[in-house]
């Protein structure tokens, strides 16, 4: 088994990571892996956020993918703001159902 160490020396203020959780309905969610990839990811990264790796679960209930940021945990919260208020935000998911219907979103940090 492999033990990890008690703390890693990470500098945070260079990249910081959020992990975002939702709870989906399993009906829609190859529909929503395929919009995320096709108009949220580029939309991101187009402002500086890096799509690290998504996960969906084997009953497609559940979708948790870590994105990350070069900078400050404050100025990642300051691009999340401005992407969440953005015109650009709002017409890409404009008219889409509602995939989602329960989100955990939180900072995170690297241990391995």
Same mark, same amino acid.
Not at 28 to 54: H, K
């Given at each position: ?18 992990? !975002?959780?939702? @709870?989906? %309905?399993?009906?829609?969610? /190859?529909?929503?892996?395929?919009? &995320?990839?096709?108009? *949220? ?5 187009? !402002?500086?956020? @890096?799509? %690290?790796?998504?996960?969906? /679960?084997?009953?497609?209930?559940? &979708?948790?993918?870590? *994105? ?45």
């Amino acid at each position: 088994m492999t033990v990890l160490p008690e703390m890693i020396a990470t500098d945070t203020s260079e990249r910081t990571t959020w992990m !975002r959780r939702y @709870t989906l %309905e399993p009906s829609l969610a /190859d529909q929503f892996v395929q919009f &995320l990839s096709q108009e *949220v990811f580029p939309a991101r990264e187009g !402002r500086g956020f @890096t799509i %690290e790796s998504v996960w969906l /679960d084997s009953d497609k209930s559940q &979708l948790t993918w870590f *994105v990350s940021r070069l900078g400050s945990s404050a100025e990642f919260a300051e691009a999340e703001q401005a992407w969440e208020d953005s015109e650009e935000r709002a017409e890409i998911f404009a008219g889409k159902p509602q995939f989602v219907t329960g989100k955990d979103v939180r900072e995170v940090i690297r241990l391995r």
